[in-house]
Nanobody
Framework: QAQLRESGGGLVQAGGSLRLSCVAS????????MGWFRQALGKEREFVSS????????DYADSVKGRFTISRDNTESTVYLQMNSLKPEDTAAYYC?????????????????WGQGTQVTVSS
């Protein structure tokens, strides 16, 4: 089992920035990649971004492309999500997730491990 812990959420004004972190611990040797998803109140959880640990390729939802950047720290099994030019519609609980044995994708069911989430609120 691996455990994921997110941090870095908070309240920010529109146009501002936040950086989310996700630390993986435990059995991390078979993690192929990690992703960020978000869930706004009353809506389904949606894909935000992912990073493939094997080849360092990244993917972004169209809604965040050009504003968010995903990166990783290999030595600390940590993934970051730098969020710039935040908009009120970015308000949601953000979840970190990891895939085991498969490369990360946009599909929630392919992620084996999930964090507890961190709230991001963007005021207008």
């Amino acid at each position: 089992q691996a455990q994921l812990r997110e941090s870095g959420g908070g309240l920010v004004q529109a146009g501002g920035s936040l950086r989310l972190s996700c630390v993986a611990s435990g059995r991390t040797f078979n993690i192929y990649g990690m992703g960020w998803f978000r869930q706004a109140l009353g809506k389904e959880r949606e894909f935000v971004s992912s990073i493939n640990w094997l080849i360092d390729s990244t993917d972004y939802a169209d809604s965040v492309k050009g504003r968010f950047t995903i990166s990783r720290d290999n030595t600390e099994s940590t993934v970051y999500l730098q969020m710039n030019s935040l908009k009120p519609e970015d308000t949601a609980a953000y979840y970190c997730a990891a895939t085991v044995g498969v490369v990360p994708s946009r599909r929630r069911y392919e992620y084996a491990y999930w964090g507890q989430g961190t709230q991001v609120t963007v005021s207008s």
